[in-house]
């Protein structure tokens, strides 16, 4: 019996990392498992897959600055912003996010998007296993189009087109802050009717962003 369950659970270990290796090549682009669940439940969904390069640089550069900022540093994890939220959990404080992009990535395409110790600890391997399989810039792209940003909203070019009606690649830099700083709740956050935090959120990601060359080398390779 322990046999048998000790066998499926490599082969379950096993899925997402065929998955990744499928995945790699540009011309694969996957769904998230929230885009199955609305297909599964029939809401549907709205997903216009844009390489990498034909979403604004200003999106790109937002959306680092916003949700990971050592993106390019690294290697899947970002263990300083990890051990940092280990401690205030120890501390008995509140707690507050430390998923990387690549993270975000895997969790979108492989695991359930309810905040649990069980999925953070499936994130942690699966994201080192997809820094290695998966250039960043591959792993950019794969995140900037299965990125939920609204109800059954997926992707920069569906999202551009929805909130902006205008397509990824003309987005403006405000615009393109607006989407990054709504990235952590899409659905209580809208990019396309900011509020006035939403919006001085989105002037402070701008700024970021606008000093971004330095932190963004790798997707030059």
Same mark, same amino acid.
């Given at each position: 019996?322990?046999?048998?369950?000790?066998?499926?659970?490599?082969?379950?270990?096993?899925?997402?990392?065929?998955?990744?290796?499928?995945?790699?090549?540009?011309?694969?682009?996957?769904?998230?498992?929230?885009?199955? %669940?609305?297909?599964?439940?029939?809401?549907?969904?709205?997903?216009?897959?844009?390489?990498?390069?034909?979403?604004?640089?200003?999106?790109?550069?937002?959306?680092?600055?916003?949700?990971?900022?050592?993106?390019?540093?690294?290697?899947?994890?970002?263990?300083?912003?990890?051990?940092?939220?280990?401690?205030?959990?120890?501390?008995?404080?509140?707690?507050?996010? %430390?998923?990387?992009?690549?993270?975000?990535?895997?969790?979108?395409?492989?695991?359930?998007?309810?905040?649990?110790?069980?999925?953070?600890?499936?994130?942690?391997?699966? %994201?080192?296993?997809?820094?290695?399989?998966?250039?960043?810039?591959?792993?950019?792209?794969?995140?900037?189009?299965? %990125?939920?940003?609204?109800?059954?909203?997926?992707?920069?070019?569906?999202?551009?087109?929805?909130?902006?009606?205008?397509?990824?690649?003309?987005?403006?830099?405000?615009?393109?802050?607006?989407?990054?700083?709504?990235?952590?709740?899409?659905?209580?956050?809208?990019?396309?009717?900011?509020?006035?935090?939403?919006?001085?959120?989105?002037?402070?990601?701008?700024?970021?962003?606008?000093?971004?060359?330095?932190?963004?080398?790798?997707?030059?390779?």
């Amino acid at each position: 019996m322990l046999h048998r369950a000790i066998k499926i659970a490599v082969i379950l270990a096993c899925i997402p990392v065929v998955l990744m290796l499928l995945y790699r090549p540009s011309f694969i682009h996957p769904p998230s498992t929230l885009m199955l %669940a609305d297909l599964a439940t029939l809401q549907g969904y709205d997903r216009q897959w844009v390489p990498l390069d034909k979403i604004s640089p200003y999106l790109i550069r937002s959306v680092m600055m916003s949700e990971d900022g050592q993106f390019c540093a690294h290697n899947g994890v970002d263990w300083v912003q990890m051990r940092s939220v280990i401690d205030d959990a120890m501390d008995g404080e509140e707690t507050r996010g %430390a998923s990387t992009i690549t993270m975000q990535t895997v969790k979108n395409l492989f695991l359930w998007n309810s905040r649990s110790f069980i999925r953070k600890g499936l994130e942690i391997p699966m %994201a080192l296993t997809a820094n290695v399989l998966w250039s960043k810039r591959r792993t950019l792209e794969l995140y900037l189009n299965v %990125a939920e940003w609204g109800p059954g909203i997926y992707g920069a070019q569906a999202a551009a087109l929805y909130h902006f009606k205008v397509p990824a690649s003309k987005l403006s830099a405000r615009q393109a802050a607006l989407l990054a700083v709504s990235l952590p709740n899409p659905i209580a956050r809208n990019a396309g009717k900011p509020g006035p935090g939403l919006r001085r959120l989105a002037a402070m990601v701008e700024r970021r962003a606008r000093n971004a060359g330095p932190y963004i080398t790798c997707l030059d390779q």
